[in-house]
């Protein structure tokens, strides 16, 4: 089983910056990679970025060259670094754990709120 706290969450300006964590815990050896979801009201929830046990990192395009996903695997922390956060970025993150077969593992989200 793989434990997940997500962090960082909160209200922010247009423009503004948040960093949220990720601290996993419990048999990380079985996890591949890392995500971040994004949940906005009423909608499903995305994928926003990831990254791979190799290093590699993807983006929704929506945040590409705002955002940046990186891990410190001596903590078991992923983090998500949001830059020109825009209101459109408003909702609950949730981190994501996945196994090589594909079983997932969430945490219990976090709020950011974009808003002047």
């Known amino acids: 089983q793989v434990q997940l706290v997500e962090s960082g969450g909160g209200l922010a300006q247009p423009g503004g910056s948040l960093r949220l964590s990720c601290v996993a815990s419990?048999?990380?050896?079985?996890?591949?990679?890392r995500r971040w979801y994004r949940q906005a009201p009423g909608k499903a929830r995305d994928l926003v970025a990831a990254?791979?046990?190799?290093?590699?990192?993807n983006y929704a395009d929506s945040v590409k060259g705002r955002f940046t996903i990186s891990r410190d695997n001596a903590k078991n922390t992923v983090y998500l670094q949001m830059n020109s956060l825009k209101p459109e970025d408003t909702g609950v993150y949730y981190c994501?754990?996945?196994?090589?077969?594909?079983?997932?593992?969430w945490g219990q989200g976090t709020q950011v709120t974009v808003s002047s």
């Open positions: 994501n754990a996945v196994t090589p077969f594909n079983k997932e593992y």
């Open positions: 990254i791979i046990s190799g290093g590699s990192t």
């Open positions: 419990g048999s990380m050896f079985l996890i591949t990679a």
